[in-house]
């Protein structure tokens, strides 16, 4: 990885303290410089919740080796307490995202409690997302069919004034 990189491995252990951490700060990168986590004012709830599922889709089939250790990493977080505290830091980051862009996107619509159920709602659905089209590309179709069944249920179809 060093040699790839172009650097020595001692300064790849200077910015990385586990060989864990290279995999799980990409993952981080990827998930959170999606556009989507930080919508524009002015987006349609519908909107925002469909190019969510849709970079999620476009994510995992563009990096699959990328999309695969991370999922790797989630099982072995189990046993592995630093690790754990990584990931869920990650996953408390997208949910706080998440409740802001329902703050941003639809304000009034939801109560702060609803927001925060909702974001966790969002967080696990898209990882099932995730998940599924790790697993199962070939199924592409019916995954986003269900995104769109989810979306349904959150923001039907809005009228633009």
Do not use: C
């Amino acid at each position: 990885m060093a040699r790839a990189a172009g650097v020595s491995k001692a300064n790849i252990f200077h910015h990385f303290a586990r060989l864990d951490d290279i995999v799980v700060d990409a993952f981080e990168m990827f998930l959170l410089a999606m556009p989507s986590m930080q919508p524009e004012p002015g987006t349609g709830l519908r909107d925002w919740l469909l190019a969510l599922g849709a970079e999620t889709s476009a994510h995992m089939d563009a990096d699959p080796a990328l999309a695969g250790a991370y999922m790797g990493f989630i099982v072995r977080a189990r046993g592995d307490g630093p690790l754990r505290a990584r990931v869920a830091a990650i996953a408390a980051e997208a949910e706080a995202r998440f409740e802001a862009a329902l703050a941003l996107l639809a304000p009034g619509r939801f109560s702060a409690a609803e927001r925060r159920a909702l974001a966790g709602l969002i967080l696990l659905t898209g990882d099932g997302l995730a998940l599924h089209r790790q697993l199962f590309p070939e199924r592409a179709g019916s995954q986003a069919a269900a995104w769109h069944a989810f979306v349904d249920s959150i923001a039907p179809a809005e009228k633009r004034p």
